[in-house]
């Protein structure tokens, strides 16, 4: 830090004493470009569905993503991140609908990419939306098996690609992931299919309505700890972002979002990559549930919490605010 001059001769009011002045010395900013907006699948046509621990956000049917995606593409949203409501009678122990063409987000991909060929479509790689068991990776006699999830996760990541999906994202945290689904990209000629890695997605109780969402919660036995990352680590996440990186991620992602804004920085400082955050499901309802209780400023709080992700090194976001922000940025 230089040095700087003593009051009076310094006043940090100075540049804070007006609008103007305030966006001139801003050193961070919120655009629609930097949102990547989730968005929960259904089966039916015409359909939105309320989900309860997400007031605001609704499971939609292909036809209404497609609608409600491209009225956010023309203004301005570059990006869509999909997430299937998976009927519960398709959830088996192997997960086959996982690598189904015909399944909810392979047929939204394509009608997506069809509609609106410039808007981004971002998939996840996990089977929890498929598994009876609810865990990310195959779950046999009380376990996880990484390496036979690895091959149920690259065949779903490479029927994803097929469908026109422009951005994968691993979120199952089983080891190896990275390197096995670029391997198969590579040798099926998907040379520019996208990895966003989740690379330092921690075991977290703010995965709750997510997880209702998509109908998991229920399906779930047991927690996610022998996977995701322990809350209390730091330097483990680097080495994931690391290994990631030279398995052939070409983005990565800190999940949730605020209570790990340390990590966001940590990370860029480090790697210098496109680096994201996920403003999970819970984070949203604490936010949300405040605002309509009118303890805080809804437009100002979410404003707020997007814009700090900016600040903390963050390239772009996830966040089921994206409607919310592209509203606010439209009335400054
Ligand atoms: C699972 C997945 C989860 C989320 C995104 N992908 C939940 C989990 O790990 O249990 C959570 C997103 C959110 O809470 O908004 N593959």
């Not at 790689?125 to 779950?139: E, K, M, R, T, W």
């Not at 999906?165 to 299919?193: C, F, H, Q, V």
């Amino acid at each position: 830090m230089l040095a700087l001059a003593n009051f009076p001769f310094r006043r940090a009011r100075r540049t804070r004493s007006l609008q103007w002045i305030r966006d001139l010395t801003a050193e961070s900013h919120l655009s629609a470009k930097d949102l990547i907006w989730p968005v929960f699948v259904m089966e039916g046509e015409n359909k939105v569905e309320e989900i309860k621990s997400l007031p605001g956000v609704s499971r939609m049917s292909i036809d209404k993503v497609v609608e409600c995606s491209k009225d956010m593409y023309q203004r301005g949203l570059t990006c869509v991140a999909l997430f299937p409501y998976t009927p519960s009678n398709l959830k088996t122990p192997n997960c086959e609908e996982a690598w189904n063409p015909e399944n909810l987000v392979n047929r939204a991909t394509r009608a997506l990419k069809k509609e609106i060929p410039q808007l981004g479509v971002m998939l996840d790689v996990a089977l929890d939306p498929y598994n009876s068991q609810g865990h990310d990776g195959l779950f046999k006699n009380g376990k996880i098996l990484n390496d036979e999830s690895l091959e149920a996760l690259t065949k779903q990541a490479l029927i994803q690609a097929e469908s026109g999906a422009d951005i994968l994202g691993p979120s199952d945290m089983m080891d190896g992931r990275i390197g096995k689904i670029r391997s198969s990209l590579e040798k099926n000629n998907y040379k520019d299919t996208i990895i966003l890695s989740y690379s330092a997605k921690y075991a977290s109780s703010f995965y709750g309505p997510f997880r209702d969402a998509v109908g998991a919660s229920g399906a779930l036995k047991g927690d996610k700890k022998t996977y995701q990352i322990n809350p209390s680590n730091s330097d483990e996440s680097l080495r994931e972002v690391a290994a990631d990186l030279t398995e052939g991620a070409d983005m990565v992602m800190v999940k949730p979002g605020m209570p790990y804004l340390d990590m966001c920085r940590r990370i860029k400082d480090t790697f210098g990559v496109p680096t994201y955050a996920y403003q999970v499901s819970g984070e949203y309802a604490m936010i949300q549930a405040a605002a309509n209780n009118g303890w805080i400023d809804g437009d100002t709080a979410v404003f707020e919490s997007i814009l700090c992700f900016k600040r903390a090194g963050c390239d772009g976001v996830l966040t089921y605010f994206a409607p919310k922000i592209l509203e606010i940025l439209e009335g400054l």
